[in-house]
C-alpha cells in the first residue's frame, strides 16, 4: 500500500524560507520521478516542481529560481526547499510519485505567506 506523507509547512512572512518533506513509503522509490504540486484556494492543483529518478528536475516559472527540489532515495523521501515566499505561494502542497497508471495522493500540507 502506498503511503504518502508531506510535512514541513507553516506560517511564514513574505521573503521567508520553508523545508517540505514528503515521506513516500509502499513502492520503491529510487524507480520513480516524483512532483510537488500545490493547490490555492478555488484555484486547481498545479504542477510546481519535479525530479526524475535520474535527479533531473524542472520548475514553474513563477518558482524558478526560489524553489529547490531534492530527493534522498535512501530515506524514501523527497523535499521541497522554498525561499523567497510570496504571498501568491500560500496554497496546499502535495507531493506525487510518477507511477505510470496509479495515482495516490498524501493529505497535504499547508503553507500559508502572510505579513
Known amino acids: 500500500q502506498v503511503q504518502l506523507v508531506e510535512s514541513g509547512g507553516g506560517l511564514v512572512q513574505p521573503g521567508g524560507s520553508l523545508r517540505l518533506s514528503c515521506a513516500v513509503s509502499?513502492?520503491?522509490?529510487?524507480?520513480?520521478?516524483v512532483g510537488w504540486y500545490r493547490q490555492a484556494p478555488g484555484k486547481q492543483r498545479e504542477l510546481v516542481a519535479s525530479?526524475?529518478?535520474?535527479?533531473?528536475?524542472t520548475y514553474r516559472d513563477s518558482v524558478k529560481g526560489r524553489f529547490t527540489i531534492s530527493r534522498d532515495n535512501a530515506k524514501n523521501t523527497a523535499y521541497l526547499q522554498m525561499n523567497s515566499l510570496k504571498f501568491e505561494d500560500t496554497a496546499v502542497y502535495y507531493c506525487?510519485?510518477?507511477?505510470?497508471?496509479?495515482?495516490?495522493w498524501g493529505q497535504g500540507t499547508q503553507v500559508t505567506v502572510s505579513s
Open positions: 506525487k510519485p510518477f507511477i505510470p497508471g496509479r495515482v495516490f
Open positions: 509502499g513502492i520503491r522509490f529510487s524507480m520513480y520521478g
Open positions: 525530479i526524475t529518478s535520474g535527479d533531473s528536475t
